[in-house]
């Protein structure tokens, strides 16, 4: 036996908190009675979402502006190939560079064989020392990616 509608129990409205006070009340409501005495209207979810999203877009502004000022007078750099010996474990490659930019930084480098063209597995990227403006610095790595007898190599270092 089905009990009448008019017996059914009332089903209760789901509660959060209140945007001001976290106070308990339906979902249907933004505020509170204390929080919102004169029952002005409720903020729209619109408002705050265009709230957020503002706040998101001027972040990221004020994120690639300090990155602008950051790396300012850093490069542009030019490398090359000081030597290439061999070692058991692959190339030992001295790299040149020079920071012919007005600030102080670092460069990542590509070591590749000319002969192959692109970009394939055998291609190694290093990263250089921080290099004064002005000033060039040779430092050594070894590369394991591009077997262990002496050849020609080419070195890309642009920022």
Do not use: W, Y
């Not at 089903?11 to 204390?34: N, T």
């Not at 560079?97 to 597995?121: K, L, Y």
């Not at 004064?132 to 070195?155: M, Q, R, W, Y």
């Amino acid at each position: 036996m089905t009990p009448s509608p008019s017996v059914l129990p009332a089903a209760e409205e789901p509660l959060h908190g209140c945007v001001r006070c976290g106070a308990r009340i339906p979902v249907s409501q933004a505020m509170c009675e204390r929080c919102n005495p004169l029952g002005l209207k409720q903020p729209s979810p619109s408002q705050a979402h265009a709230t957020v999203f503002a706040g998101i877009i001027l972040a990221v502004v004020l994120l690639a502006i300090v990155a602008r000022i950051a790396v300012t007078g850093v490069g542009p750099f030019s490398g090359t190939i000081a030597s290439v010996a061999a070692d058991p474990a692959g190339l030992v490659v001295s790299i040149t560079v020079t920071n012919e930019g007005s600030s102080a930084g670092s460069t990542t480098c590509r070591v590749g064989d000319p002969q192959i063209a692109g970009i394939g597995p055998e291609t190694a990227f290093v990263t250089s020392p921080i290099i004064e403006p002005g000033a060039s610095v040779t430092f050594s790595t070894v590369i394991t990616t591009l077997g262990t007898t002496v050849k020609p190599l080419s070195v890309d270092c642009d920022t």
